[in-house]
């Protein structure tokens, strides 16, 4: 297992770097092997991605979601992938944040191995935070927001 944080500032308000960040179908704007993803209820999520030339789907499940401070995800047992991870907003001023990805990622395949030993999946990453900044910044507003909560604990 492998942690990898990166973090951007961008140009706009806390808010509507959150709110943006809820409308997940439009990450393949932004982010380079997203080719799709379908929202499926307010906290699963179907990925279909291309690495290095190789198409997978898989499942998450939104973990933890709080407005303008963190949404938390993990992918659902018996998918071929594993990822988990945490996105954070933090307001610096009124018109400039922070947005940091944490990442915990298990490798599968020799594929994947090679890129995440070679500092690929890092790299990537870096790359998506990167697209997000220019997307963001050019539209200068949110195409859409989600500003419900999830919690891990369902007593919460």
């Known amino acids: 297992m492998k942690t990898i944080t990166r973090s951007i500032d961008v140009e706009v308000p806390v808010r509507t770097a ?3 960040w809820t409308q997940f179908e439009e990450f ?3 982010m380079k092997d997203v080719e799709r993803i ?3 209820d307010q906290t699963t ?3 279909h991605v291309k690495i290095a030339g ?3 789907s898989f499942e998450t499940t939104i973990t933890e979601q709080t407005p303008d401070q963190r949404i938390a995800w993990t992918t659902q047992p018996g998918s071929d ?4 991870g945490v996105v954070t907003f933090h307001r610096l001023d009124d018109g400039l944040s922070r947005v940091t990805l944490q ?3 298990e490798p599968d395949g020799v594929v994947e191995k090679v890129g995440s030993a070679l500092g690929i999946t890092e790299a990537n990453i870096q790359r998506d935070l990167d697209g997000f900044k220019e997307f963001i910044e050019s539209r200068g507003q949110e195409t859409g ?3 419900g909560e999830v919690s891990q604990d369902p007593g919460a």
């Open 18 to 20: 959150y709110d943006q």
């Open 28 to 30: 393949p704007a932004f």
């Open 38 to 40: 379908e929202q499926l």
């Open 45 to 47: 999520l179907r990925w």
């Open 54 to 56: 190789i198409k997978r």
């Open 81 to 84: 992938t594993f990822h988990a």
């Open 103 to 105: 990442m915990d990622v």
């Open 145 to 147: 927001a989600w500003r």
